[in-house]
Antibody, heavy 119, light 110 residues
Framework: QVQLQESGPGLVKPSQTLSLTCTVS??????????WSWIRQPAGKGLEWIGR???????NYNPSLKSRVTISVDTSKNQFSLKLSSVTAADTAVYYC???????????WGQGTLVTVSS | QSVLTQPPSASGTPGQRVTISCSGS????????VNWYQQLPGTAPKLLIY???QRPSGVPDRFSGSKSGTSASLAISGLQSEDEADYYC???????????FGGGTKLTVL
């Protein structure tokens, strides 16, 4: 059974870089044909797709965040990561990592981690 | 404002059938598959329907999905109190070259 777990600071200062890691267990991140994705949800609001990385290393990003987002993978640690630069209060949200096989069919999700942007 | 449009709320009584719509365009729903998620309070979303009308293992057959043109629908029959949740549609958008979600529909079981 595949499991995903987000980790990283829960508090980030404005203008700094938000960094989160998703650790995958129960399967190799480099096996199969999957996308490894990040999604976020501000409190009381809907889901927003941030971006994804394929097992080959290719990436896709939300155009509205593209200039600030980097998603990378570390196969040796079975992890993938999110970096979001120049954060503001608008980036405060629960951040989820998820596995995707095809066109946003996220079958496995992490439990989510709350990141607050505040000084 | 979300790329995919859902009604903000829906409701029904136990045993009823309810449908939730998701409207998009030719660049997303019109040319790609639609997925539906159920999110209970304080939990991660759960995949309910994938590739327009497929149910993952463990999802009751009370849940069904359909797509026509640039719109999709989620139907829930035999409504139960535990179905009270937020529901989201999602699809790939070829113009944005990215994923898009609907704004979500809060389902209340009266």
């Amino acid at each position: 059974q595949v499991q995903l777990q987000e980790s990283g600071p829960g508090l980030v200062k404005p203008s700094q870089t938000l960094s989160l890691t998703c650790t995958v267990s129960g399967g190799s991140i480099s096996s199969g044909s999957y996308y490894w994705s990040w999604i976020r949800q501000p409190a009381g609001k809907g889901l927003e797709w941030i971006g994804r990385i394929y097992t080959s290393g290719s990436t896709n990003y939300n155009p509205s965040l593209k200039s600030r987002v980097t998603i990378s993978v570390d196969t040796s640690k079975n992890q993938f990561s999110l970096k979001l630069s120049s954060v503001t209060a608008a980036d405060t949200a629960v951040y989820y990592c998820a596995r995707e096989e095809w066109e946003l069919d996220f079958d496995y999700w992490g439990q989510g981690t709350l990141v607050t942007v505040s000084s | 404002q979300s790329v995919l449009t859902q009604p903000p709320s829906a409701s029904g009584t136990p045993g009823q059938r309810v449908t939730i719509s998701c409207s998009g365009s030719s660049s997303n729903i019109g040319s790609n598959t639609v997925n539906w998620y159920q999110q209970l309070p304080g939990t991660a979303p759960k995949l309910l329907i994938y590739r327009n009308n497929q149910r993952p293992s463990g999802v009751p057959d009370r849940f069904s999905g359909s797509k026509s043109g640039t719109s999709a629908s989620l139907a829930i029959s035999g409504l139960q109190s535990e179905d009270e949740a937020d529901y989201y549609c999602a699809a790939w958008d070829d113009s944005l070259n990215g994923g898009v979600f609907g704004g979500g529909t809060k389902l209340t079981v009266l």
